[in-house]
């Protein structure tokens, strides 16, 4: 059973639009984070989110993290090829001390 | 080099084989972890260790064992390998102070294992 759902699973786009990936869950969070995976390498971490409301903002990218601290979303604004990627949430649910992934989105943005 | 190193990137391996997969760390971190990634699944914890006397078995953690070598070394071993653990394999890292939770996980390069 996935802890975190992640969707959509596939997202394909055109340069230039904009696009939102969602995680969610039915446990709380201390805390979620986000990776971005490109073919052949690791996760890579974009950001984390630790307090229920919270929005963090890197260049076109935009972080929230819901008020119950059960769900996060990231907006892209102006999608470009360089965003292609695995996008994968993540996060310490209860008192884990382990990280817990999601199932990821694939994000394709064609020039 | 690479913070988190992996070795090999790539292997092919026949079912019932035994096969070790390492990993090696130059962050100074005490937490290790392996996960295991399968299309659609994201990724998913084998095992994972907070220091080198401290062992722990993460979800799926049948059929793997471990090694924690020394602080920089963690390694993953299949006794005896089954096709369905065909998979991209992770080594990460994260520092003990925080746990990650600010900092997140560092992540190798992966093994993309295939049994036959």
């Known amino acids: 059973t996935q802890l975190l759902k992640q969707s959509p699973q596939f997202l394909s786009i055109q340069e230039g639009e904009n696009l939102t990936v969602y995680c969610n869950s039915s446990s709380v969070f201390s805390s979620l984070q986000w990776y971005r995976q490109e073919p052949g390498e690791g996760p890579v971490l974009l950001v984390t989110?630790?307090?229920?409301?919270e929005v963090k903002k890197l260049k076109r990218l935009t972080f929230q993290f819901g008020d119950a601290r059960k769900d996060s979303s990231l907006h892209i604004t102006a999608a470009q090829p360089g965003d292609t990627g695995l996008y994968l949430c993540a996060g310490f649910p209860g008192s884990a001390r382990q990280l817990t992934f999601g199932s990821g989105t694939q994000l394709t943005v064609l020039p | 080099d690479a913070d988190v190193t992996q070795t090999p990137r790539n292997r092919i391996t026949k079912t019932g084989k035994r096969i070790m997969l390492e990993c090696s760390q130059t962050?100074?971190?005490?937490?290790m972890y392996w996960y295991r990634q399968d299309p659609g699944l994201g990724l998913r914890l084998i095992y994972y260790?907070?220091?080198?006397?401290?062992?722990n078995k993460g979800e799926i953690s049948d059929g793997y064992s471990v090694s924690r070598q020394a602080q920089a070394k963690f390694s993953l071993s299949l006794e005896s390998a089954i096709p369905n653990q065909t998979a991209l394999y992770f080594c990460?890292?994260?520092?003990?102070?925080?746990?990650?939770?600010?900092?997140?996980?560092?992540f190798g390069s992966g093994t993309r294992l295939t049994v036959v």
């Open positions: 990460a890292t994260s520092d003990s102070g925080t746990g990650g939770v600010l900092e997140g996980y560092t």
């Open positions: 962050k100074g971190h005490d937490r």
């Open positions: 989110v630790v307090t229920g409301g």
């Open positions: 260790s907070f220091d080198v006397k401290d062992i």
